[in-house]
């Protein structure tokens, strides 16, 4: 996943030095900001900020208070890079929660590596499943916030397994979580296919998942998810349960009770320029969308193309 990191500064000075300094790590992309246009850039969330303090003409303070006052921006890390050298200078800037203050000269190693790291450990913090790595519900409405803010067209993808308590009532929970890593490895590979870029793969939670790609047109996508998940999970069960076609569970009066092998459901929400002012409304056309895809035995998706 590339690292969009906003270098601030008004004169251009420092985007020439990281885009050097990163010339052979295709995952970071450097973008210059001018401090009039923080306000729109703030909107489309960075991976990391650093601001170049002896570049700008505002008060670098209260330029980091308005960074930590957005609701979007309050976990992404800020790094300021000055000639000043008044330690409380430096101290007022770490109290607005900025990660490092660095003075100059700047030694480049230095300054690769801190961005390197701070990335690496920002990434870490941000997988909030130990399961499957994904970004979680944080993420995904930041996400889908961007989204609608930048007025471009987007497909989102809810997808979760069906029948998954039984699976786990006969299999166990571990087996249980081998399918769900399965199910997250597949989505991730599929959705972030070369044919797509600006993509993004989320866990909601237990076997809920959400995939957000670009453009509205998401129906060869959501064949292929579909096809490899029936073709792939059958390793996940014995070859009895695989040739009776279902699996029994005994339910909590004892009686015996047959259930489909687990299957796969995509409920999808085509989200045309401004159909949806609010993730709230995303998210309620996802629940309906997905009903009816889970209405239909096996592994299946359904699109909801109304305006």
């Given at each position: ?82 000639s000043?050298?008044?330690?409380d ?36 913090n ?7 790595g994904?970004?979680?519900?944080v ?66 939670g ?67 320029v ?26 299946c ?7």
């Amino acid at each position: 996943m590339v690292q969009e990191i906003y270098i601030i500064d008004d004169d251009d000075s420092s985007i020439v030095i990281f885009r050097e300094l990163f010339k052979n790590d295709p995952d970071y992309k450097f973008i210059s900001v001018k401090t009039e246009q923080i306000d729109i850039a703030l909107k489309n969330i960075p991976s990391l900020i650093v601001i170049n303090e002896d570049a700008i003409d505002r008060n670098v303070v209260e330029l980091c208070k308005k960074i930590r006052k957005d609701e979007d921006n309050t976990i992404t890390p800020v790094i300021v890079v000055s000639s000043k050298d008044s330690k409380d200078h430096r101290v007022k800037i770490l109290q607005e929660s900025v990660e490092y203050y660095i003075k100059k000269p700047v030694d480049e190693e230095y300054l690769y590596y801190t961005v390197k790291n701070l990335n690496r450990l920002l990434s870490s913090n941000r997988r909030v499943s130990p399961l499957t790595g994904l970004p979680g519900n944080v993420q995904i409405h930041a996400e889908l916030k961007k989204r609608i803010t930048n007025k471009q067209p987007f497909s989102v993808l809810y997808l979760d397994l069906d029948n998954f308590k039984a699976y786990n009532d006969v299999y166990g929970f571990l087996k249980g979580d081998e399918i769900i890593e399965f199910t997250a490895d597949m989505i991730t590979k599929l959705v972030h296919s070369n044919e797509l870029e600006n993509t993004f793969v989320g866990h909601i939670g237990g076997d809920d998942f959400v995939a957000i790609v670009p453009g509205t047109n998401c129906e060869k996508l959501c064949q292929s998810l579909v096809a490899y998940f029936d073709e792939h999970v059958k390793k996940f069960f014995t070859e009895e349960d695989l040739e009776k076609g279902y699996i029994e569970v005994a339910n909590r009066r004892g009686i015996i009770e047959k259930f489909p092998l687990t299957s796969l459901s995509i409920g999808v929400v085509m989200a045309d320029v401004g159909r949806f002012h609010n993730i709230l409304e995303i998210g309620e056309i996802g629940a309906q969308v997905k009903h009816a895809a889970k209405s239909v035995m096996g592994s299946c998706y359904a699109v909801d193309k109304r305006n």
